[in-house]
């Protein structure tokens, strides 16, 4: 994290919302959320038609060709010099920290180096830039917060999650047993060693299970879906949101 | 070309191959510590060393002698291993008083004398040329006079401290003797507490192949 | 028959067996959280950011100038009368210390803990050539003893609890059966004693080599290396040719961020810098000292800036402290002779990716290893790195690891293919994506390795990209 320099930028008035695969295809309220808290903010959100997947599956299984044809082809959706926000760590991640590398030596390479310099992961945007303030509309509750590895690692927003959850007076934030510690999903990972996946989802299961939260909110997708699909299967009370929906919810009244 | 040659040459060759680089600054002022007194030093000395088991005592030039006697007594110890050519050792011999405790003067090579040595010698006694508060580290340089396994192979090692021979680190020793520029002996020592392994179930354990004991005499 | 390439391919299956072994699981989990506890504690007093940067520029400024500072450092060992020896391979290696001991007719070794040694198996070398070498680290001694390798790198025993050893130690030498880890540390000090004395040759490794005085430095708590490389007449040093350092300076950052990220001690009980054998009026210490240096693959990995992070390495550990893999498989379910992450993108240089490649992506790359590295090597970085060579997966990169390609399968790259097609196109994501979320209550509920443990993932009734057009729609 100490390695991560961030210069935030002054909030601006339209930004780019990079939905990711996941979001888009088993999460949209996710999308929806977002985009929402970012208008009541007072931004103009655009969301650039044909944006796909970052290309990390790929990219972390070692297959750069295959990752650089798909990352080429997101590179050309955000031609304005607006922030591109994205609601998950590990494309953000993906986008900050590895496009540059993907193309580098490439006749794209200054066009991902400009793209890294302006995404942003959306929790981290909403309370540095947007300056967020939240107010708390929905019943007393105790949550647990999971941070992705690349949230937490590639993109230094460790911090976020709770500084956003502190906002809402009705929330009580629990921590669970080794808050740090990854979740096994690792994308890929989770179907080359699942045995080893299914330990470490396993662990970090039974940890949001028993910290005494009644749920957990998450910054991923990926990580929501590896932990919530097997709490569900092991019948686990534990349950998560993504922590985008969750803040929409509690600052709306909606329902759950 | 021979094994040494082939080696050095794939290393340059794959120098060439990466482009070579330009590494970091070495930036050693992490290193530095605000300045310490003596008091000071002294302070963090023990308390690095006390949780280790190294044993010290505050005492001064002209009465640890017999200090040191009162605790071969009460340690139970039945000899000691000194080199009477130093001269701490020349003074404790000649103020030796206890007449059931030999003091050992064994000056020939270890080698002649390995059985006695491993077996029948309870604890022996060094100098030292100084020690770093820091880490609560004792320097040694062993000599023909005070050979390594002096602070080494009996169970207890007495060691002598000048009280004004603190270094707050092991860089500012390094750096105020100029050991570089100087050269190393065949033999350079940091000794910070007695012998101890974690091995068995991360559960400390002291007194391992090294000494049991590790008994300081700050002398002021 | 490649028994070191053998054992890595076991990976999987001997992986789950660790998961389901609650001894394992337990032994790590206690052990691992101690040790990441103790790093913590030892580096509060530090600005670990700044220290880790000055190692990292250390070891550097050492690769960015390896084989001057080799030449250097052989030429002032040998001034200081130290005899130096150069081995291309591991085997080479022992060849070079068999050659040694039997000069000298040398029939018994002790040793002190090297990893390099463990890489060239050289106790089953020299019991081939009829020579004796016993481990004397405690560690050490108790692998030994059950005949198996080490399972870490700084605490080779650390999967064996204390009723384990105990009964190990009664079974191998009579000890008595005892939960007192004092009374078994003792009875092992005593055997081992009688081989100090006896020894004709003393066999160490070297933590820090140093360009500038011919120095070796060998940190340790026990006290069996200064007698390993004391008391008997003979002294050999074998390191990996990656481990010189400039400057005696050097040293002092690296041992600070050593002893802490390794055991959480701020210094090790002994600090053990070697300058040269006995000296003429000296009593004792080694008549005869020899370095052996190791390349084994090194040298290859120094072919390419990237890869040569990876020699960065001080063998400290930390890294499979912080390793969720690691902490729940353990060490010895790699098979191999340096386990976690450091393992994983070392291994497959000196084994080959076709052999060791699967170690690559044993990873979720999460990165908790890169954060405690105390030389900041970019370990998840070089794994991404290792996958791609694996499955010669960039083309704008030529060949540099052995086994280059090997995990390449032609039917993963028909997903692949299809996976890219799908995703650079809008009009097939558009279409793929409506298509799914129309039939999502045809997804198949049993989706192989996934569904094993968790609920299969169900795509949404209508995607966001789909929602956010009838918006806009509505907007109009």
């Known amino acids: 994290m100490s390695d991560i320099i961030k210069q935030y930028p002054a909030k601006p008035s339209r930004v780019y919302f990079y939905a990711t695969c996941l979001v888009d295809l088993f999460y949209p309220e996710v999308g929806l959320a977002g985009i929402q808290l970012l208008e009541r903010e007072g931004i103009e959100v655009v969301f650039p038609q044909g944006q796909s997947c970052c290309g990390q599956p790929a990219y972390t299984s070692g297959l750069n060709g295959q990752a650089r044809t798909v990352a080429a082809s997101q590179l050309g959706l955000f031609p304005d010099n607006w922030p591109v926000v994205v609601p998950s760590g590990s494309c953000a991640g993906m986008l900050r920290q590895h496009y540059p590398r993907l193309f580098a030596g490439t006749t794209l390479a200054e066009q991902a180096e400009q793209l890294a310099s302006r995404t942003w992961e959306l929790t981290d945007f909403l309370l540095h830039v947007c300056r967020i303030r939240l107010q708390d509309r929905g019943e007393p ?28 007076d009705n929330v009580e934030l629990v921590q669970q047993a080794r808050p740090a510690e990854c979740c096994g999903f ?25 910290c005494g939260a009644d749920q957990f909110v998450s910054t991923d997708c990926g990580c929501l879906m590896n932990i919530d699909g097997f709490a569900d299967k092991q019948q686990l009370a534990t349950r998560g949101q993504h922590i985008v929906s969750f803040l929409w919810q509690r600052s709306t009244g909606g329902a759950a | 070309m021979n094994t040494r040659d ?22 050693f002022g992490v290193l530095q510590r605000p300045h310490w007194s003596k008091a000071e030093k002294l302070e963090r000395f023990a308390r690095a060393m006390g949780p280790v088991h190294g044993e010290i005592h505050n005492t001064s030039r002209n009465t640890w002698h017999q200090l040191l006697q009162q605790l071969m007594q009460e340690k139970g110890l039945r000899n000691l291993w000194v080199n009477s050519d130093t001269r701490h050792g020349r003074l404790l011999a000649d103020h030796w008083q206890l007449e059931q405790i030999p003091l050992l003067q064994r000056t020939q090579p270890i080698n002649e004398w390995k059985d006695e040595l491993f077996n029948r010698v309870d604890a022996a006694l060094t100098g030292s040329r100084g020690a770093i508060a820091e880490t609560g580290s004792l320097i040694l340089w062993p000599t023909p006079a005070e050979p390594r396994a002096m602070s080494l192979v009996p169970p207890v090692h007495f ?62 | 028959m490649n028994t070191a390439a053998d054992a890595v391919k076991q990976f999987t299956p001997r992986a789950r067996t660790a998961l389901d072994t609650p001894a394992i699981r337990n032994n790590f989990r206690k052990a691992m959280d101690g040790l990441m506890d ?23 400024r050492a690769l960015s100038r390896l084989p001057e500072l080799l030449e ?93 050893i105990s009964e190990l130690m009664h079974q191998a030498t009579g000890t008595e059966r005892s939960s007192d880890v004092d009374y078994l540390t003792a009875s092992a000090r005593a055997q081992l004693r009688e081989k100090f004395m006896q020894a004709d040759v003393g066999i160490s490794g070297v933590n820090f080599a140093v360009a500038e005085t011919g120095t070796l430095c060998l940190v340790e708590n026990e006290g069996n290396g200064r007698l390993t490389t004391t008391v008997p007449s003979c002294h050999i040093a074998v390191t990996g040719i990656e481990k010189v350092v400039e400057h005696l300076a050097d040293v002092t950052p690296l041992l600070a961020l ?17 300058s040269g054998p006995r000296k003429v009026d000296e009593k004792d210490g080694p008549e005869a000292v020899h370095l052996v240096l190791v390349d084994a693959g090194r040298s290859a990995i120094y072919q390419d800036r990237e890869l040569l992070d990876t020699l960065r390495c001080i063998r400290c550990g930390a890294c499979m402290n912080h390793c969720p893999v690691y902490t729940r498989i353990g060490g010895h379910a790699y098979g191999t002779t340096y386990p976690g992450p450091i393992g994983k993108i070392l291994m497959p240089h000196l084994l080959g990716l076709d052999n060791a490649g699967s170690l690559a992506t044993a990873s979720t790359l999460c990165g908790a290893c890169a954060e405690v590295c105390p030389v900041k090597i970019p370990i998840p970085q070089l794994l991404q790195r290792l996958r791609s060579e694996a499955m010669d997966g960039d083309p704008q990169r030529s060949a540099t690891v052995a086994g280059h390609g090997s995990k390449r399968r032609w039917l993963e790259m028909l997903l692949w293919h299809g996976w890219t097609v799908f995703n650079s196109r809008p009009w097939i994501y558009r279409l793929g994506t409506g298509l799914m979320t129309r039939c999502r209550h045809l997804m198949p509920s049993r989706l192989g390795a996934w569904t094993r443990y968790r609920s299969a993932p169900r795509p949404a009734a209508h995607s966001l990209q789909q929602q956010l057009r009838q918006r806009q729609h509505k907007e109009q």
């Not at chain 2, 990466?18 to 590494?23: A, D, I, S």
């Open chain 1, 141 to 168: 509750i105790r949550v647990a917060m999971h941070t992705s590895c690349s949230g937490r690692r590639e993109m230094g927003i460790a911090d976020s999650g709770p500084a956003l959850l502190a906002q809402l």
């Open chain 1, 186 to 210: 690792g994308g890929t990972f989770a179907v080359r060693h699942p045995a080893i996946s299914a330990a470490m989802v396993e662990d970090k299961a039974r940890a949001l299970d028993t």
């Open chain 2, 6 to 27: 082939a080696i050095l040459q794939r290393l340059y060759q794959g120098r060439e191959q990466q482009g070579g680089f330009e590494p970091p600054v070495s930036d």
């Open chain 2, 159 to 220: 060691v002598l401290l000048d009280s004004n021979r603190l270094y707050s680190t092991l860089h500012e020793a390094m750096q105020q003797e100029g050991w570089a520029d100087k050269g190393m002996p065949t033999n350079a020592l940091l000794i910070s507490g007695p012998s101890k392994t974690a091995d068995i179930e991360q559960t400390l354990a002291y007194g391992v192949h090294g000494p049991r004991e590790l008994v300081v005499l700050i002398l002021e």
């Open chain 3, 38 to 60: 103790k790093r913590l504690d030892a580096f509060a007093d530090w600005d670990l950011e700044a220290l880790r940067e000055l190692g990292a520029a250390v070891r550097l």
């Open chain 3, 72 to 164: 250097l450092l052989e030429r002032n060992l040998q001034a200081n009368g130290i005899q130096v020896h150069w081995a291309q391979t591991g085997e080479q290696a022992c060849e070079i210390v068999r050659d040694i001991c039997n000069a000298r007719n040398a029939r018994t070794v002790i040793k002190g803990k090297s990893m390099v040694s463990e890489e060239m198996e050289l106790n089953a070398f020299l019991a081939r050539s009829g020579i004796e070498a016993l481990e004397s680290d405690l560690g050490e001694y108790i692998i030994q003893l059950a005949g198996e390798a080490p399972s870490h790198i700084i605490m080779p025993a650390i999967h064996k609890n204390t009723a384990e």
């Open chain 3, 258 to 274: 050593l002893t802490r990220s390794a055991t959480g001690q701020h210094i090790t009980t002994y600090v053990n810098m070697i």
